[in-house]
C-alpha cells in the first residue's frame, strides 16, 4: 500500500518570502506521479504541479516548484514570492498501481500581511 | 466547458436516513471517481467507475455505500442509514478516457453531508 506523509501541519510566513512545504512518500512502485494540490477555503481541489517519477528535472509552474528526491522517496514544494491567496491547505497526493489518488492530512498555510 | 459538478453542495440528514450525491463529469470525461474528506483529513479514495460499470471500490465501506455511473445521467454515490460518523466532504473527479497510464483528475466542489 502507498503512504504520503506531511510532517507540518502548519505553516506561516509573510507575503513576498519563500516556504517549503515537505512531503515523503512510500511505494513499491517504479512508476508513479506525484502531485501538489491547493484547497482553498472554498474547498475546491486545485491541482498546482505534477511530477512523473521517471522524470528526473523538477517540475516547474511559475512560482511553484518542487524538488523530488526520488531515492529518498521525497517531494517538497517551494512558493516563491508568496501572496495572500495562496493562503490554503496544501496536499501531497500521488497515484500509481491503483486507480485512486493517495493523500496526504495537509499543511495548512497561512501567508500573513 | 463545464467543470465537474456535484449536488447538493450541502445535504443535512438525520440518522437512519438516506443520502444521495450526485456527479456529473466534465463533458467527454467517462470515468468518476469518488473521494471522502473528513475534517482535518486528506481526501480518501473510495470508487472508480466507468460508464455502467464498478472498476475499482477498493475504499468504499463493505455497508450502507453503493455508487453507480449509469449510461445516460451523473454518476451517484449512495449512503444508506447514514450515521454521524458518514459527515464529511464528498469530492467527485472525472478523467478523460485513458490513453496513458494516468491521466489528470479533474475535482468538483464537493458536497458536505452533515449527518444530524
Known amino acids: 500500500a502507498q503512504t504520503v506523509t506531511q510532517s507540518q501541519p502548519e505553516m506561516s510566513v509573510q507575503e513576498a518570502e519563500t516556504v517549503t512545504l515537505s512531503c515523503t512518500y512510500d511505494?513499491?512502485?517504479?512508476?508513479?506521479?506525484l502531485f501538489w494540490y491547493k484547497q482553498p477555503p472554498s474547498r475546491q481541489m486545485i491541482l498546482v504541479i505534477r511530477?512523473?517519477?521517471?522524470?528526473?528535472q523538477n517540475a516547474t509552474e511559475n512560482r511553484f516548484s518542487v524538488n523530488f528526491q526520488k531515492a529518498a522517496k521525497s517531494f517538497s514544494l517551494k512558493i516563491s514570492d508568496s501572496q495572500l491567496g495562496d493562503t490554503a491547505m496544501y496536499f501531497c497526493?500521488?497515484?500509481?498501481?491503483?486507480?485512486?489518488?493517495?493523500f496526504g492530512k495537509g499543511t495548512h498555510l497561512i501567508i500573513q500581511p | 466547458n463545464a467543470g465537474v459538478m456535484q449536488n447538493p453542495r450541502h445535504l443535512v440528514r438525520r440518522r437512519g436516513q438516506e443520502a444521495r450525491l450526485r456527479c456529473s463529469p466534465m463533458?467527454?470525461?467517462?470515468?468518476v471517481y469518488w473521494y471522502r474528506q473528513l475534517p482535518e483529513e486528506g481526501l480518501k479514495f473510495m470508487v472508480y467507475?466507468?460508464?455502467?460499470?464498478?472498476?475499482?471500490e477498493s475504499g468504499m465501506p463493505k455497508e450502507r455505500f453503493s455508487a453507480e455511473f449509469p449510461k445516460e445521467g451523473p454518476s451517484i454515490l449512495r449512503i444508506q442509514q447514514v450515521v454521524r460518523g458518514d459527515s464529511a466532504a464528498y469530492f467527485c473527479?472525472?478523467?478523460?478516457?485513458?490513453?496513458?497510464?494516468?491521466?489528470?483528475?479533474?475535482f468538483g466542489p464537493g458536497t458536505r453531508l452533515t449527518v444530524l
Open positions: 463533458k467527454g470525461h467517462s470515468h
Open positions: 497526493a500521488f497515484i500509481g498501481g491503483a486507480d485512486g489518488l493517495t
Open positions: 473527479a472525472s478523467s478523460p478516457p485513458q490513453v496513458m497510464r494516468y491521466n489528470e483528475q479533474f
Open positions: 467507475l466507468q460508464k455502467e460499470n464498478i472498476i475499482d
Open positions: 511505494t513499491s512502485e517504479s512508476n508513479y506521479y
Open positions: 511530477q512523473e517519477a521517471y522524470k528526473q
